[in-house]
């Protein structure tokens, strides 16, 4: 274990971020690493738990007593290698997880979890700085064809295992350039596409083809990769966003987050928008309706651009501030969080239904909005405006678009509409067909798309292989 007693004799601390009024002048990262040795003095306080509950609570099972003692005792690299067993891009997680490990870290009883999410931070930025990542080919090739269909971090996690097991994986992805939300919906700030360009540079050396800016389903047909492949492994997220059909949600200035936030991306990468309608936040009041990672995202992105105000609007009732930890602890807890973004300067309220928007020359100026009880019914009476410009919908996902890809290969979808495989071997209805990632579970987290991504790249290669040595 780290130190013994150091727990008792450290504090948490954890990476500061540059102020607000400096960060919200540019796109870049804005969190400002801890020393090494506040590192290894934050590593120290790890207990080594007899049941470590942080490695059930991160969904990728990272060891992370084992890397904690490892850093404490100074072999980085070795905490790189231990990291890496589990977790295939620990840079991106380290950046933009939202750490369920640390609510289920035994301090967390005392509200002062291990910084367990800046430990794996530092650990794989330093083992980028130092050289040890390195590409890992495989010492043998199989003769098996694989085809992923999506280059999120699902389909990225998949591919890279299944080519280190000696296959030769190619990765179809609609986008000019891999990564999914990775690339084209988590804004820069949070993660600069450096680091995933990185990632594909290495999984190109271990053998891994990308194939971009081929839509499957529309530039080549599911039956080709069907026909072409020993497997083909579907890793095409959740792309079909809520909407919120109410009246005048057909005014100009009301777009999906995933319509606002791509274009910014790619101006930062000095990419072609591709759209003829630019969306801007610049000198325009912008409302957000949705509370999650997307909303705060929007934010984020409209405070950069030069917005004049934010307001994010949450069906939800405020959540708690502090949660009760004796009903939730190990479990991630709801309580209120505070994002970054919002804390750049945003409005909240909560418990809100919008009912209209209005506008004016086809353009929209108003949103009608009620308060709701908690059976998300209007409440009488509680009825008020709010002045918009702008309107981005952050409501969330529903479900992997049917069109095309999936209608061709005529796979079974579940209850929600997402690819209908298990867990187990992550199989789909079609033959030799397998899906992994939010186009499987759903809307998640990209530690889960990792995680779903392994798997079902241990299952392929068992399917292939009749036995497989990757690790679930
Ligand atoms: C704005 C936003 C912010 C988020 N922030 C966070 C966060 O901070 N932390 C976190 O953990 N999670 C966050 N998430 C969730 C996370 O990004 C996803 O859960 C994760 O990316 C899912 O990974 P995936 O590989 O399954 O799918 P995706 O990342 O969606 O990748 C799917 C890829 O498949 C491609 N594709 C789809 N269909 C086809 C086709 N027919 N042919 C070729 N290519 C195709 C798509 O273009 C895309 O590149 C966020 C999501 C959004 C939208
Ligand atoms: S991947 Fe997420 S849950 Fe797992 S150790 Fe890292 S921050 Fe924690």
Redesign the pocket.
């Given at each position: 274990m780290g130190k013994v007693t150091g727990f008792i004799e450290i504090d948490r601390h954890d990476r500061r971020y540059a102020p607000a009024s400096d960060r919200i002048r540019h796109y870049k990262e804005f969190v400002l690493p801890m020393s090494e040795a506040s590192t290894k003095d934050q590593a120290a306080r790890c207990m080594n738990c007899g049941i470590p509950f942080c490695h059930n609570g991160c969904p990728v099972n990272n060891q992370i007593p084992d890397w904690n003692d490892l850093v404490y005792r100074g072999d980085w690299e070795e905490a790189a290698s231990n990291l890496h067993s589990t977790n295939n891009f620990p840079e991106f997680t380290g950046r933009?997880?939202?750490a369920p490990c640390e609510a289920a870290c035994t301090l967390n009883l005392s509200d002062s979890p291990v910084t367990i999410k800046t430990i794996e931070n530092a650990i794989i930025d330093r083992a980028w700085e130092e050289g040890w990542v390195r590409p890992q080919k495989a010492t043998r090739q199989t003769g098996k064809t694989i085809a992923i269909?999506?280059?999120?971090?699902?389909?990225l996690a998949c591919a890279q295992q299944l080519a280190r097991a000696g296959h030769d994986v190619h990765v179809?992805?609609?986008?000019p350039k891999p990564?999914?939300?990775?690339r084209?919906?988590?804004p820069d700030f949070?993660l600069e596409k450096r680091h995933i360009d990185r990632r594909v540079a290495q999984m190109s050396s271990e053998g891994v083809t990308f194939h971009c800016g081929?839509?499957?389903?529309v530039d080549i047909t599911a039956q080709e990769l069907q026909e072409n492949y020993d497997a083909v492994v579907l890793?095409?997220?959740?792309?079909k966003p809520r909407d919120l059909p109410i009246p005048g949600r057909d005014l100009n200035g009301i777009h999906f987050?995933?319509d606002f936030?791509p274009q910014q991306n790619r101006r930062v990468s000095k990419e072609p928008v591709r759209s003829n309608t630019p969306i801007l936040a610049s000198g325009k009041h912008v409302v957000v309706i949705g509370g999650g990672?997307?909303g705060s995202?929007c934010i984020g992105t409209s405070i950069r651009q030069g917005a004049l105000s934010v307001t994010q609007l949450e069906i939800m009732p405020r959540p708690p501030e502090k949660e009760n930890k004796l009903l939730t602890w190990p479990d991630w807890p709801l309580k209120l969080r505070t994002s970054s973004s919002q804390e750049e300067g945003a409005e909240r309220d909560f418990a809100v239904l919008t009912k209209e928007f209005t506008g004016d020359g086809g353009q929209v100026k108003q949103l009608h909005i009620s308060r709701v009880d908690g059976k998300m019914q209007p409440v009488p009476d509680s009825g008020f405006s709010l002045r918009a410009d702008l309107v981005l919908l952050a409501m969330g996902f529903v479900s992997p678009?049917e069109d095309?890809?999936l209608a061709d290969l005529g796979v079974q979808l579940d209850a929600r509409g997402n690819v209908a495989a298990d867990t187990k071997v992550y199989r789909s209805s079609t033959d030799k067909v397998f899906a992994c990632?939010?186009?499987r579970r759903g809307?998640?987290?990209?530690?889960?798309?990792i995680r779903e991504?392994r798997q079902a790249a241990s299952s392929v290669d068992a399917h292939l292989m009749g036995s497989t040595t990757l690790p679930r």
């Open positions: 933009i997880c939202p269909v999506g280059s999120g971090p699902a389909g179809y992805e609609k986008n990564g999914g939300l990775l084209y919906g988590i949070k081929v839509n499957v389903g890793a095409g997220g959740s792309e987050a995933m936030l990672d997307t995202d678009i095309g890809l990632g939010d186009m809307q998640s987290l990209v530690v889960w798309a991504g």
